[in-house]
């Protein structure tokens, strides 16, 4: 079956607008459910920070959480202000719920591990929780106390088949308007293609045909049966393209000769042309390669905060970065050609001296060159440098680069550190009293020489020994409970008295202090204390009660 112009060009334009139409649908439905997941979880946590910044005001004022009133109702305003919102809660660590939308939800505990696990955690978290028989977006917001304790958390969510409900929604409105438009477009193409395709292509068509029929015999026209315009277009021109075609052949033939020829008598020439061409080729990979290579190379000189410097065998400065002139102190136009005699003593100097000579003659790098230079503005400084020889094409020495790092602070630090420990174990060791520390588990990881004379065991004995070890059944099962309530509330224990076992296994009363130690992260991590020994007091008492004072003596 012949069809028109008109009818092809309307069925390609259909078939493509249909096309159009599915993909703009789908594509953009896809679109729309990300950015409105996104934009209904971003507003979800800023519903949440509300409701957590209004939960921290009664407990910046030293109010406990669990005393708070009235707070049962801001979530139910939340729930019923934000009509996407299915829940509103506070929960405390141990999974109880202290406060909800739904008052009779409250004082219920969740023994999920999965939710208790995200109420612990100390920054916002999401994920989809799967309760009441439908999925919800879960988000969790951690809610602190006075002193930055983390005591509950702000738990809100949403439906996820909500954003289902609305991309469906939109897929609808979408496919309705893109009809309304699919069908006005179909319309206007029709009148379009009627006047500005069909109507000049009938023209060219008669146009052909009396050429044809003019062309004095070079073309062989016939009367063609056809509704199609460009079929005849399409026919007519192939009676013209037989013409061409004999005469483009005439020309090749001649092209071909004369190639022939040319290339019979130019051969060292072509030859020239391409090795020309190859080498301009390699060189602007090559120039190409160098440029990036300089530009990355300049980078990362330039972005690290060491000084990398370069220079002849005697330590001239030849080439360095901008972090070098920081840390000698000097502008860039001063320090070209300086050597290290010039920002450093007599001694200094000889010894780096000496030092880069032996690296010149062995050829191996030295890593930790330590050194003090005296910077322009007359300040002293630690520094640490790397020296390495740099070789020419025939394995000679011409030069030398390195890295030179600043470690006064290091140095300084280093030094503070080593006196303060020094100061602290001479405290501790002098004092008559034993010094502890222990873990989580009740293992021993510190201790002074006074605790290892008390129990009878040496250092390496006593370094990770449990209280299960020098206590019996009963007295283990206390201390386990006096830490266990200083782990869960924080509070020191001053004096509290143990009967222990000794090493040789004679019993001793000590007493002793308690209190939690907590890491960089205010995590506890393990307990500290002062232990005493009172076993001769504990004599006294016991003589005291089994001997009284006999009637009418005076003591």
Request: contains cysteine; aromatic residues 8%.
């Amino acid at each position: 079956m012949s069809l028109t112009l008109k009818a092809k060009v309307l069925f390609i334009s259909v078939a493509v607008l249909c096309t159009a139409i599915g993909a703009n649908t789908l594509f953009g439905s896809i679109l729309f459910r990300r950015a409105y997941t996104e934009a209904l979880k971003e507003r979800t946590f800023v519903i949440g920070e509300t409701l957590k910044s209004e939960l921290e005001k009664p407990l910046e004022s030293g109010t406990p959480i669990d005393q708070i009133k009235g707070f049962d109702v801001k979530c139910r305003e939340l729930v019923a202000r934000y009509s996407d919102i299915s829940y509103a809660m506070v929960v405390d660590l141990n999974g109880k719920i202290l406060f909800h939308d739904t008052p009779s939800n409250r004082d219920q505990v969740i023994t999920d591990l999965n939710i208790l696990m995200e109420i612990d955690r100390l920054e916002n978290t999401s994920r989809i929780y799967s309760g009441a028989g439908e999925a919800l977006y879960d988000f969790m917001i951690p809610v602190f106390g006075l002193n930055g304790d983390h005591v509950a958390a702000v738990r809100v969510g949403f439906p996820v088949g909500l954003i289902s409900q609305r991309t469906g929604s939109l897929i609808i409105r979408t496919v309705g308007s893109s009809l309304f438009f699919f069908g006005l477009g179909t319309l206007l193409l029709i009148i379009f293609t009627s006047f500005w395709v069909a109507r000049p292509l009938a023209e060219l068509v008669a146009l052909i045909q009396d050429t044809g029929n003019d062309a004095s015999g070079l073309v062989q026209t016939s009367e063609i049966e056809s509704s199609d315009e460009l079929e005849l277009v399409t026919r007519a021109f192939r009676q013209i393209k037989r013409e061409i075609i004999a005469a483009d052949e005439k020309i090749r033939k001649y092209s071909r000769d004369l190639e022939m020829e040319a290339r019979e008598r130019t051969p060292k020439l072509r030859k020239s042309y391409e090795r020309l061409k190859q080498y301009i080729t390699e060189r602007k990979g090559m120039e190409e390669s160098l440029w990036r290579l300089q530009k990355k190379y300049q980078t990362i000189l330039e972005s690290i905060e060491d000084g990398y410097y370069e220079s002849d065998l005697k330590w001239n400065l030849t080439f360095f970065n901008d972090s070098l002139c920081r840390i000698l102190g000097y502008p860039r136009n001063e320090l070209v050609g300086m050597n290290t005699g010039q920002f450093s003593d007599k001694k200094t100097a000889n010894r780096v001296s000496q030092a880069i000579e032996k690296v010149t003659l062995t050829g191996k790098p030295a890593k930790a060159l330590h050194f003090e230079i005296i910077k322009k503005d007359g300040i002293r400084r630690q520094l640490e440098a790397s020296v390495s020889v740099v070789k020419d094409s025939e394995d000679q020495p011409i030069g030398l680069r390195g890295i030179i790092r600043d470690i006064t602070a290091r140095r300084w630090m280093e030094k503070e550190l080593r006196e303060s420990e020094k100061r602290y174990r001479t405290i501790l060791e002098s004092i008559e009293d034993g010094y502890y520390e222990v873990n989580i588990a009740g293992n021993f990881i510190f201790f002074n020489e006074a605790l290892c004379r008390m129990l009878g065991y040496t250092g390496d004995e006593l370094m990770g020994m449990n209280n299960r070890d020098y206590m019996s059944p009963e007295e283990s099962k206390r201390a386990y409970k006096i830490f266990k309530n200083i782990y869960q509330t924080g509070k020191s224990i001053r004096v509290v008295n143990w009967k222990i076992f000794r090493k040789d296994g004679s019993i001793i009363h000590i007493e002793s202090s308690a209190s939690l130690i907590r890491n960089s992260r205010g995590k506890p991590s393990g307990f500290r204390g002062i232990a005493r020994d009172i076993t001769e007091g504990k004599k006294m008492e016991e003589v005291v009660e089994i001997e009284p004072v006999p009637r009418g003596k005076v003591l």
